[in-house]
Nanobody, 117 residues
Framework: QVQLVESGGGLVQAGGSLRLSCAAS????????MGWYRQAPGKQRELVAS???????NSADSVKGRFTISRDNAQNTVYLQMNSLKPEDTAVYYC???????????WGQGTQVTVSS
C-alpha cells in the first residue's frame, strides 16, 4: 500500500535549520508531484513548497529564500531544507504525493516542527 513517512522534525531555536525527509513507497514516485504542507494549531493546512515530477518548484511567499524543496527519485524521497527558522514556522509538516495523470493523492502522517524564540 501507499506509505509516505516523514522524518526530521523537532525543536529548534529561531534562526536554526532543519531538514525534513519524506520517504515514499507503494507509488511510482517519479510520476508524482510532491509537496510539503503545514498546519499550525487553529489554522488551515497550507502549502509550503512543491516539486513536480520534472523538478519544477513552487513555494509560499512566507518561506521563499529560506526553505528549499528537492527530490531524489532514486531514493523515492523528497526533502525540505528549512533555514532561518522563525517561531511562526511552528506547525505539523505533512508530505503529499499527487500522481501526475490520475491525480490520486496520498498524505503522510506528519512531523512536528517547533521553533522557539
Amino acid at each position: 500500500q501507499v506509505q509516505l513517512v516523514e522524518s526530521g522534525g523537532g525543536l529548534v531555536q529561531a534562526g536554526g535549520s532543519l531538514r525534513l525527509s519524506c520517504a515514499a513507497s507503494g507509488i511510482r514516485f517519479s510520476r508524482n508531484t510532491m509537496g510539503w504542507y503545514r498546519q499550525a494549531p487553529g489554522k488551515q493546512r497550507e502549502l509550503v513548497a512543491s516539486i513536480t515530477s520534472v523538478g519544477g518548484t513552487n513555494s509560499a511567499d512566507s518561506v521563499k529564500g529560506r526553505f528549499t524543496i528537492s527530490r531524489d527519485n532514486a531514493q523515492n524521497t523528497v526533502y525540505l531544507q528549512m533555514n532561518s527558522l522563525k517561531p511562526e514556522d511552528t506547525a505539523v509538516y505533512y508530505c503529499r504525493a499527487t500522481h501526475d495523470i490520475t491525480l490520486k493523492v496520498a498524505w503522510g502522517q506528519g512531523t512536528q516542527v517547533t521553533v522557539s524564540s
